[in-house]
């Protein structure tokens, strides 16, 4: 299986301020990785998928990069509504696997 | 507007079954892979396995394909996933999904005695 290390496991940050979430794979992906964004008591918000396609109705503030093994997420502009956890998946090879996810809470 | 209504869940005793279903709306469910994810209580994040439009093929995570299966109706619009021999470490929220990309609101499983 592969493996997907996210970091970090927990933020913290201002309004207006850019935060990054990394994954890192344990193989090459070939950019088939997707990121999520949860807020407590809900299910899961597709926010970028094939590393850096931004799926409709997501703000641009979001955007994903990266390549191989080593992806990212940055959020610009960090607001009130961006606290959640956000969460990669690698859909390049099966099983499927998520990363451990980042719970990011606003100061 | 895409729909994905779980149901099915609830108190489970270890080593019963449960049979776990989702109904699907607003899009035309014969035309896509579907896909089950579980999340504990401890939000661990972890794909259970998916199926294809058709039903002819599935996939599924190594560790649950001895006890876990995946069906479909697609006249009924359905997902189900079918929980056999179920144990403490399956206590989770069950999510369904189209393709990873739209998912249901979950439901939950707890397995206890």
């Known amino acids: 299986d592969i493996q997907m290390t996210q970091s970090p496991a927990s933020l913290s940050a201002s309004l207006g301020e850019t935060v990054s979430i990394e994954c890192l794979a344990s193989e090459d992906i070939y950019n088939n990785l997707a990121w999520y964004q949860q807020k407590p008591g809900k299910s899961p918000q597709l926010l970028i998928y094939?590393?850096?396609s931004l799926q409709d109705g997501v703000p641009s503030r979001f955007s994903g990069s990266g390549s191989g093994t080593q992806y990212s997420l940055k959020i610009n502009s960090l607001e009130s509504e961006d606290a959640a956890t956000y969460f990669c998946?690698?859909?390049?090879?099966?099983?499927?696997?998520f990363g451990g996810g980042t719970k990011l809470e606003l100061k | 507007e895409v729909q994905l209504v779980e149901s099915g869940g609830g108190l489970v005793q270890p080593g019963a079954s449960l049979k776990l279903s989702c109904v699907a709306s607003?899009?035309?469910?014969?035309?896509?892979?579907m896909s089950w994810v579980r999340q504990t209580p401890g939000k661990t994040m972890e794909w259970i396995g998916d199926?294809?439009?058709?039903?002819?093929?599935?996939n599924y995570a190594p560790s649950l394909k001895n006890r876990f299966t995946i069906s479909r109706d697609n006249a009924k619009s359905t997902l189900y996933l079918q929980m056999s021999n179920v144990r403490s470490e399956d206590t989770a929220t069950y999510y369904c999904?189209?393709?990873?990309?739209?998912w249901g609101q979950g439901v939950m499983v707890t397995v206890s005695s």
């Open positions: 998946l690698q859909d390049s090879e099966y099983p499927w696997t």
């Open positions: 607003g899009f035309t469910f014969s035309d896509y892979w």
């Open positions: 199926i294809k439009y058709d039903g002819s093929y599935t």
């Open positions: 094939y590393a850096s």
């Open positions: 999904t189209r393709g990873l990309n739209y």
